[in-house]
């Protein structure tokens, strides 16, 4: 019925050809046994460390030079360097317009790349993409096309070495080619760089002074992304009390006083509202008041119920009193209300 050439799900087998034609009705009993066997229902994505998600499956991770950018958002690259996967001497590519755009002829970067797509009717199971290789999107950050810097190629080497050989890097080394590449002025490589270590737990215990002095540096830069800067904060929170002592108050505090109540809900700004307001309710202060209390007007719910937890630990009495005036409010949001209500009992 619907004859179509597949990749088969599941770890790359390069040994075997992953080609082979299926009908139908063929379709429809494999994902039934799939249904019945694996609870598919339960099928919510888990986010993970960038370098572990690139290097498996049907993708590839090459370190490329940019010969030729062509219309159609597509480059002609060269091959400098193999990591994971296969990646020819030279080799077609296509990126998103804005990725397209950023890239510069001559330069070279560490890319993930696939010519593999889910099937648009069947999204349990893999084909090979007419279009060709594209370039891999980082789930929970950007298009894979990251600075060639010492700092990205390490993290990439690193998972390519058996755990025996005598030259793998440290856990501090990785960890600290993580830190360094949140510093780039390139945002993807930035965006990577706080993935992988937000996502990396055992690296929470290596954390010493000198780290926190560059994480708070990094909060401190207004040119991170607001998902890099909530991911950060949620990360330093995590921290031992005496590695965040009160710089981490005072850097939410920053962060919320550049943030407008009524929020872009499209953007990833409510999000790190939430996220510094949580932190305020932790470690605010009353001083903190004036600062928090506009954000139960907020146009995002969770916003205002984080603001209300904030405002409720930095002086609990104006909390209720402000409460009460919103609450008859004509123009505050419907759900907003709810939750003042619910505060007030």
Same mark, same amino acid.
């Given at each position: 019925? !619907?004859?179509?050439?597949?990749? /088969?799900?599941?770890?790359?087998?390069?040994?075997?050809?992953?080609?082979?034609?299926?009908? *139908?009705?063929?379709?429809?009993?494999?994902?039934?046994?799939?249904?019945?066997? *694996? =609870?598919?229902?339960?099928?919510?994505?888990? &986010?993970?460390?960038? $370098?572990?998600?690139?290097?498996? =499956?049907?993708?590839?991770?090459?370190?490329?030079?940019?010969?030729?950018?062509?219309?159609?958002?597509?480059?002609?690259?060269?091959?400098?360097?193999?990591? !994971?996967?296969?990646?020819?001497? %030279?080799?077609?590519?296509?990126?998103?317009?804005?990725?397209?755009?950023?890239?510069?002829?001559?330069? /070279?970067?560490?890319?993930?790349?696939?010519?593999?797509?889910?099937?648009?009717?069947?999204?349990?199971?893999?084909? $090979?993409?007419?279009? *060709? !290789? %594209?370039?891999?999107?980082?789930?929970?950050? =950007?298009?894979?096309?990251?600075?060639?810097?010492?700092?990205? +190629?390490?993290?990439?080497?690193?998972?390519?070495?058996?755990?025996? @050989?005598?030259?793998?890097?440290?856990?501090?080394?990785?960890?600290?080619?993580?830190?360094?590449?949140?510093?780039?002025?390139?945002?993807? /490589?930035?965006?990577?760089?706080?993935?992988?270590?937000?996502?990396?737990?055992?690296? &929470?215990?290596?954390?010493?002074?000198?780290?926190?002095?560059?994480? %708070?540096?990094?909060?401190?830069?207004?040119?991170?992304?607001?998902?890099?800067?909530? %991911?950060?904060?949620?990360?330093?929170?995590?921290?031992?009390?005496?590695?965040?002592?009160?710089?981490?108050?005072?850097?939410?505090?920053?962060?919320?006083?550049?943030?407008?109540?009524?929020?872009?809900?499209?953007?990833?700004?409510?999000?790190?509202?939430?996220?510094? &307001?949580?932190?305020?309710?932790?470690?605010?202060?009353?001083?903190?008041?004036? &600062?928090?209390?506009?954000?139960?007007?907020?146009?995002?719910?969770?916003?205002?119920? @984080?603001?209300?937890?904030?405002?409720?630990?930095?002086?609990? /009495?104006?909390? +209720?009193?402000? @409460?009460? $005036?919103?609450?008859?409010?004509?123009?505050?949001?419907?759900?907003?209300? +709810? $939750?003042?209500?619910? !505060?007030? =009992?």
């Amino acid at each position: 019925m !619907y004859p179509i050439s597949q990749v /088969t799900f599941g770890p790359r087998d390069d040994s075997v050809a992953v080609r082979h034609r299926v009908n *139908g009705w063929q379709v429809s009993i494999v994902l039934t046994l799939m249904l019945l066997a *694996g =609870g598919a229902a339960e099928a919510a994505t888990k &986010l993970q460390a960038p $370098v572990k998600m690139l290097m498996k =499956g049907h993708k590839n991770v090459a370190v490329l030079k940019a010969v030729e950018k062509a219309e159609n958002s597509r480059v002609t690259f060269e091959t400098q360097q193999r990591f !994971y996967g296969q990646a020819e001497g %030279r080799l077609v590519v296509r990126l998103d317009p804005a990725t397209h755009n950023d890239l510069r002829e001559g330069q /070279t970067y560490v890319v993930g790349f696939s010519n593999v797509r889910r099937n648009f009717r069947f999204r349990e199971l893999r084909e $090979v993409d007419p279009e *060709g !290789y %594209r370039v891999v999107t980082i789930l929970g950050g =950007g298009p894979a096309l990251l600075e060639d810097s010492p700092a990205v +190629r390490l993290l990439f080497k690193a998972a390519m070495a058996t755990e025996a @050989a005598a030259d793998s890097p440290s856990a501090e080394d990785l960890f600290q080619a993580a830190l360094t590449a949140v510093g780039s002025e390139d945002a993807r /490589t930035s965006s990577f760089g706080v993935l992988e270590l937000s996502l990396r737990s055992e690296w &929470l215990g290596l954390f010493e002074p000198k780290d926190i002095k560059r994480v %708070r540096g990094y909060l401190a830069s207004d040119a991170l992304a607001p998902e890099s800067r909530d %991911r950060l904060f949620e990360l330093a929170d995590k921290l031992p009390a005496h590695l965040k002592d009160t710089w981490l108050a005072e850097e939410a505090r920053r962060t919320l006083s550049t943030i407008d109540p009524q929020l872009d809900l499209t953007t990833f700004v409510p999000r790190l509202a939430k996220t510094v &307001l949580g932190i305020l309710e932790e470690q605010g202060s009353k001083a903190d008041s004036a &600062l928090v209390a506009p954000f139960l007007e907020s146009n995002n719910p969770g916003v205002v119920e @984080a603001a209300l937890g904030a405002l409720d630990h930095a002086d609990p /009495t104006l909390a +209720r009193q402000r @409460a009460k $005036v919103l609450i008859e409010r004509s123009g505050l949001h419907a759900e907003s209300q +709810r $939750v003042l209500k619910e !505060y007030l =009992g």
